[in-house]
């Protein structure tokens, strides 16, 4: 029969490896790093560790061991959890396309930085978004246009050519080549005539393909753009002989463009520089237009 003494150490023998890994597992819960946060300074620093301590005056964050304390005026926001930030493509609902990194989103905005280090921040709200994608997307945004414009002539050759007028019509699609970077097709046409000669005139049907891209602002937008194409002209004498040929066309120019906020249409003020080139006489001139456009 056991004495009690042996029944005794018998039970000791037994708890003893139960202790152990008891205590094992509290050093292990006590050891395991605290979650790392991230903080944003206002000069677009950004750092990434376990918050230590919060207090009236900062906050205590350890990074790699050593402890920083950072004051509150110095911070932007903290973001808690371990979350790298993204590159995203956020297409609008006027269809330009806004690059930058997500700091943060909820309900009711999107938060953008240009660079993980930038200081400046870009908040679009979820009801000017259409689209968010980890990937660049070129969407189409079909737009049809028309533009009648004054085209006042800077050098016709000696013909003496007067300012007349140029209806131009036209369709806009984004490029597949960058954000904001718009292909405008555009057809026209414009007659010319001499102000010492009134039966000496100049027809000419242009064909231009032009890129032009968006620096938007709101609801306004900076267009500049430059294009060129082909065009046929026919130039009348005066004397009854008639000249047809075909042209070479180019344009240099910029718009600034007014879209009302989540419209399809928009509103333009234009001034372009235009040359013509019919392999042996060059005709320039200034063109001024207003557009009208309707995006699909």
């Known amino acids: 029969m056991k004495t009690t003494a042996g029944m005794n150490a018998h039970r000791s023998q037994a708890i003893a490896p139960v202790c152990m890994l008891v ?57 808690y959890g371990n979350r790298d930030m993204e590159e995203i493509y956020v297409l609008g609902m006027d269809g330009t396309i806004t690059r930058g990194f997500l700091v943060d989103q909820d309900e009711n905005a999107v938060i953008l930085r240009e660079q993980p280090d930038s200081p400046t921040e870009q908040s679009i709200s979820r009801k000017d978004i259409r689209e968010i994608s980890h990937e660049a997307m070129y969407p189409v945004d079909l737009e049809f246009y028309f533009k009648p414009s004054a085209f006042v002539p ?3 050759g000696g013909a003496d050519l007067g300012t007349t007028g140029l209806y131009a019509f036209g369709i806009g699609f984004n490029s ?9 097709l555009e057809t026209g046409y414009l007659r010319s005539t001499s102000g010492s000669n009134p039966g000496q005139s100049l027809r000419i049907v242009p064909v231009t393909l032009s890129f032009a ?22 130039f009348n004498t005066g004397e009854g002989d008639v000249m047809k040929s075909n042209l070479l066309a180019a344009n240099a120019g910029c718009g600034l463009v007014y879209r009302p906020y989540r419209q399809p249409y ?31």
């Open 154 to 156: 800077l050098d016709s």
């Open 213 to 234: 891209y968006s620096f938007i602002k709101d609801e306004y937008s900076l267009v500049p753009r430059l294009g060129g194409g082909v065009g046929i002209a026919q």
């Open 266 to 296: 928009s509103f333009g003020l234009w001034a372009d520089y235009a040359i013509y080139f019919d392999g042996a006489d060059f005709f320039q001139g200034a063109v001024i237009s207003i557009s009208c456009a309707y995006r699909l």
């Open 176 to 184: 597949m080549i960058a954000p904001n970077l718009r292909c405008l």
């Open 23 to 79: 205590a094992l597992c509290a050093v292990l819960v006590t050891a395991r790093p605290a979650a790392a946060e991230i903080i944003y300074l206002n000069n677009g620093t950004v750092l990434k560790g376990a918050i230590v301590k919060e207090g009236k005056t900062g906050i205590t964050l350890k990074i790699d061991d050593r402890e920083r304390e950072i004051p509150h005026a110095d911070i932007k926001r903290v973001m």
